[in-house]
């Protein structure tokens, strides 16, 4: 690299960081076609990385290098992209400090003197990988839709649920486990409907206590109660013209319910310790993560409020069952707390990548989020470990092979068809559509065991004949078997 380099590349520029700047330094860096700009501290190099874009950083460590000075380049060097390459004096990297530094915060060091190719080598390997990153992240495809993170199929049919239900004013039902999104879910519905522009109303049913929570979606007049010193606007009227969203609705009271299934089919509403009817157009989306069908049958919840709340249904999916997605929302969620740990963090590991897609994530997105963000904090290098999200390793998981899952897919599937006809033999192999003497052989292959044979005919006891349909097997089953 020499003088005649192109105009390109004399545009690179490097921040230089140290006490007294060295002229030598400079020249030389100059004449191999790089732009120097110095800083005699880390404040003024701080606020030079966040102003002018800074990709490539060269900072001198003194011979006496303090745990204090340390710390302040770590502030300095964890802002911005920059790529840092250390200048230190021989044997400076035998110190247990400066080399954790190194490590945890510099992409090179070189040695001085290092008015050499080593340091030209050093620099340019640094700007081309900040170039490299750049040019990844332009044409990346987008994270999802709805101001929402998610690429999988089951996200791609959420979100064209959500752009139907938002044509609407139907209310809307979103099921889900708990920590999977339903109020995003509800915002986008709101967001992307002619009710955009006024209020979005949301309460937590579970968070309020069920002497509250009346009074909170209805309001209240003044003296309704002890402590009702003036009168309150409920949640339901504050929607007016917008959206109420009901989270945990199947928390609700029952006597919530039947004051909030009055005002759905009427439209409108009576503050507590009042007498005046008030209209109010809202529409209502609810969510929750209880079993409202089974809450229905166990009389905890109502069956007409149910009907009423459940004219559009959605299905938030749990992140177990979203795949790749769960990279993507990892490294959402890291690019939003990065700046929150210690050391600058590159990314995640091997072994972090399959720990995650290997977890079941029982608390979903919201688990997920926390635990990066509290592996940001705590990590001890530049990656992201799976001993840093606290995950277990994914050797720990036997290996499953495709013949064994097949086989345990044809146990299932004689065991649940024998189960069904009372281990009636003929009656279960025609459902199967294969016959007795077939079901027989398969039965004893898979060592499904011959329960029930008290209740059984004379002319299902024992081992069937052959007979001209023994042939007619599933074609799901194992071809060994036939």
């Not at 400066?98 to 003197?113: A, G, N, Q």
């Not at 004219?311 to 997605?325: A, I, K, N, T, Y």
């Amino acid at each position: 690299m020499n003088s005649n380099d192109t105009p390109h590349d004399m545009e690179r520029t490097v921040l230089c960081v140290s006490a007294r700047p060295d002229e030598m330094l400079s020249k030389f860096l100059a004449a191999c076609g790089w732009q120097v700009v110095h800083a005699k501290t880390t404040a003024i190099a701080e606020r030079m990385v966040e102003r002018d874009n800074i990709k490539v950083g060269l900072i001198e460590l003194p011979e006496d290098c303090s745990t204090q000075y340390l710390s302040a380049l770590e502030g300095c060097m964890r802002r911005g992209e920059a790529n840092w390459v250390a200048q230190i004096a021989p044997g400076q990297s035998d110190n247990e400090l400066v080399s954790r530094f190194i490590l945890d915060y510099c992409f090179d060091f070189v040695t001085r003197p290092c008015l050499n190719e080593r340091l030209i080598f050093a620099l340019g390997h640094a700007h081309g990988l900040s170039n490299l990153r750049k040019a990844r992240v332009a044409p990346e495809p987008s994270m999802g839709r709805h101001e929402m993170v998610g690429q999988c199929e089951a996200m791609q049919q959420l979100y064209r649920h959500i752009d139907k239900c938002a044509a609407t004013d139907a209310p809307v039902f979103v099921a889900g486990e708990s920590g999977t999104g339903k109020e995003l879910t509800a915002r986008a519905i709101h967001v992307r409907s002619s009710r955009s522009a006024q209020a979005f109303v949301a309460i937590n049913c579970a968070a309020i206590p069920p002497t509250l929570l009346q009074a909170e979606l209805f309001g209240h007049e003044r003296g309704a109660f002890t402590g009702a010193v003036q009168r309150k606007t409920g949640r339901i009227e504050s929607a007016h013209q917008g959206t109420l969203f009901l989270d945990e609705i199947g928390d609700m009271p029952h006597e919530c319910q039947a004051v909030l299934l009055r005002f759905l089919q009427e439209g409108t509403i009576e503050r507590l310790g009042g007498s005046n009817e008030i209209k109010v157009d809202v529409r209502v989306i609810s969510a929750t993560h209880v079993d409202l069908e089974k809450a229905v049958e166990d009389g905890r919840f109502r069956s007409d409020l149910y009907h009423r709340l459940c004219v559009l249904r959605l299905v938030e999916p749990p992140l177990r069952e979203r795949g790749g997605d769960i990279k993507l929302l990892a490294n959402y969620a890291l690019s939003m707390y990065r700046q929150d740990g210690a050391r600058k963090i590159r990314g995640f590991s091997s072994d972090a990548v399959v720990a995650m897609s290997n977890y079941a994530w029982p608390g979903n997105v919201r688990e997920l989020i926390n635990c990066v963000r509290r592996a940001v904090v705590m990590s001890e290098g530049r990656f992201i470990t799976a001993a840093d999200l606290g995950l277990p390793q994914s050797s720990n998981i036997p290996a499953v092979t495709l013949a064994e899952i097949r086989s345990k897919a044809e146990k299932d599937a004689i065991e649940q068809a024998l189960q069904r006809h009372g281990y009636k033999l003929s009656e279960a192999a025609a459902e199967l559509g294969v016959s007795r003497a077939t079901l027989y052989r398969l039965m004893h292959a898979n060592r499904v065991n011959q329960e029930g044979a008290a209740g059984r005919s004379s002319a299902d006891a024992g081992a069937p004949q052959d007979d001209e349909d023994s042939e007619r097997e599933l074609p799901s089953l194992t071809a060994s078997n036939q």
